[in-house]
């Protein structure tokens, strides 16, 4: 089993920046590739960002060039930089785990992944 707990959500302005952390524990060396989803109210549960093996990125194409997904090995943690937030950010953000090696397309089912965290919830005024 992996252990994944989310924080830094919070209310922040439109053109804002939060930084959210997912700290990871028990059996992380399973882990191939991390991601984060939102889900927003009465929508689906969307990808927004992934990382494999620390060094290969993934973004939606609604969060490239404003959101960047890092991962610290050394304190099991991964974490997610949003910058220039717009209202339609706003959503519960869930971070996620596989053991699989997500590619393309793979990565926005999330079916794929083993483990969820408990959400985090952001919010962006405008």
């Known amino acids: 089993q992996v252990q994944l707990v989310e924080s ?10 939060l930084r959210l952390s997912c700290g990871t524990s028990g059996r992380t060396f399973s882990v191939i590739a991390m991601a ?11 990808f927004v960002a ?14 490239k060039g404003r959101f960047t997904i890092s991962r610290d090995d050394a304190k099991n943690t991964v974490f997610l930089q949003m910058n220039s937030l717009k209202p339609e ?10 053991g ?15 483990y969820w965290g408990q959400g985090t919830q952001v919010t962006v005024s405008s």
Not at 89 to 98: E, I
């Open 8 to 17: 830094g959500g919070g209310l922040v302005q439109a053109g804002g920046s």
């Open 36 to 46: 984060w989803f939102r889900q927003a109210p009465g929508k689906e549960r969307e």
């Open 50 to 63: 992934g990382i494999k093996w620390s060094i290969s990125t993934y973004y939606a194409d609604s969060v």
């Open 89 to 98: 950010d706003t959503a519960v953000y869930y971070c996620a785990a596989s």
């Open 100 to 114: 699989r090696a997500l590619y393309d397309t793979t990565w926005y089912n999330s079916g794929n992944y083993a």
